[in-house]
């Protein structure tokens, strides 16, 4: 089984009232020096089988059709390693 990342962010030229929120708390919370904050979308996908490149097609298709709005939105596809997996189930 892999896991293949779906990272999904507003455009830059797209307004992002929840990352300016964020960004305008900082200081009050003491966190200095955050020149900018912008809000995304995480999705991790659990893939039975190799990712082979049929599978990232179809992965990258689901994202652009269905977990990202592309009007608006930018969306990145990664493979996690193993490894990084298991890390990341520690935290």
Known sequence: MARVVVDVMLKPEILDPQGQAVQRA????????????RQGKRFEL???GP???AALA???ELAESFLANTVIENFTVKVEEAAQSAAGAEK
């Open 26 to 37: 900082l200081p009050r919370l003491g966190f200095d020096g955050i020149s900018d904050v």
């Open 51 to 53: 990712v082979d490149d």
């Open 46 to 48: 659990e893939v039975d």
């Open 58 to 60: 179809r992965i990258h």
